[in-house]
């Protein structure tokens, strides 16, 4: 099991550090994806990070404003997000691969999703 926390309404120029804490499984065994899911949009992949700690920012955006990390002693991989921009704004959903590795092959198991939204 998956569970995000972290999401809310921040101003552009923000931050926000979403968490997802796992549950029911060896968490250090699997990679953990962060993917958004804009209105009207399919999800993408934002942020990755294997099961040997590389990590991967899938879009050009993204990677100097967002950091993913984990802590296998608390089950969680957390998604530092700063400088947000209204196009940040989505629901966020972390995923699980037991593949272990970034970009991630499958999803094992999905959240219920966090909404962030950026706005003035």
């Known amino acids: 099991q998956l569970v995000e926390s972290g999401g809310g309404l921040v101003q552009p120029g923000g931050s926000l550090r979403l968490s997802c804490t796992a549950s029911g499984f060896i968490f250090r065994h699997y990679s953990v994806g962060w993917l958004r899911q804009a209105p009207g949009t399919e999800r993408e992949g934002v942020s990755c990070i294997s099961n040997n700690n590389m990590t991967t920012n899938y879009a050009d955006a993204e990677k100097r404003r967002f950091t993913i990390s984990r802590d296998n002693a608390k089950n969680t991989v957390y998604l530092q997000m700063n400088s947000l921009r209204p196009e940040d704004t989505g629901v966020y959903y972390c995923?699980?691969?037991?593949?272990?590795?970034?970009?991630?092959?499958?999803?094992?198991?999905w959240g219920q999703g966090t909404q962030v939204t950026v706005a003035s």
């Open positions: 995923a699980t691969d037991s593949l272990g590795v970034c970009p991630q092959v499958r999803y094992d198991d």
